[in-house]
């Protein structure tokens, strides 16, 4: 009797693993959806989703004041995440504008994933926001050169030129570039930017993205 309770017990805890494992990430958008009803953030606002990149930017909205900034970023994310829960992250805000920044962990998760894999996926995540959001603006901010990920800075290159030309063709979408910015003139990593482990970014880092995406942002303080 004992041994069969032993074995339901391992089946159970098995089972909430595999089911865990099948909805990644989703303690981080069960918090968003505490935190929104705790305190409702404002409509009409500027919305940032994406990696960890954003999510490591504890204080964004401090860094547009002038801005309604809602950041629903959560860290290690790809945009295989972002597709699978745009119903949670993106269509309860009704922003005017959706700032991404996502494709780097898909890069490096495998050496099969190529570019045209990231620029189809990108593809996918703008339609389900355009289909929602017609008339919102949506800009992608480029894949960051990360020294400790220097092995695929080919296909970074080549997801965001492909990216970039999609973006530049499509109506009310932008395409941001913090990645020239973030190299030195010879092309090589700018390693200062970086913090210890050559992934994610200081303030230095930021400040470059500060001035790199405060141009694109709408008004909200009309709406």
Not at 68 to 90: K, M, P
Not at 137 to 148: D, H
Not at 175 to 198: G, K, Y
Request: glycine content about 4%; some cysteine.
């Amino acid at each position: 009797m004992r041994m069969k309770l032993r074995f339901l017990l391992i089946g159970l805890l098995l089972g909430s693993g595999s089911l865990l494992n099948a909805q990644p990430f989703i303690n981080d958008v069960r918090a968003f959806a505490r935190m929104d009803s705790l305190q409702p953030p404002t409509e009409k606002g500027i919305l940032f989703i994406g990696s960890s990149s954003f999510t490591r930017w504890k204080d964004l909205e401090q860094w547009f004041p002038e801005k309604r900034i809602i950041n629903r970023a959560f860290g290690g994310s790809t945009l295989l995440d972002q597709i699978r829960y745009v119903d949670r992250v993106v269509y309860p805000y009704n922003p005017i504008q959706v700032v991404i920044y996502c494709g780097e962990n898909d890069i490096a998760t495998s050496t099969s994933i190529n570019a045209d894999t990231v620029e189809h996926r990108f593809k996918q995540l703008y339609q389900l926001i355009r289909s929602r959001y017609p008339r919102v603006r949506i800009s992608f901010v480029s894949i960051k050169p990360s020294p400790s990920r220097a092995s695929f800075l080919s296909t970074v290159i080549d997801a965001n030129k492909r990216i970039e030309q999609f973006c530049r063709s499509s109506k009310k979408t932008d395409f941001i570039d913090v990645f020239t910015p973030m190299l030195n003139a010879d092309q090589s990593f700018r390693e200062e930017l970086f913090l210890s482990d050559r992934l994610h970014m200081n303030e230095k880092g930021y400040l470059i993205w500060q001035t790199a995406i405060a141009p694109y942002l709408q008004n909200t303080q009309s709406r």
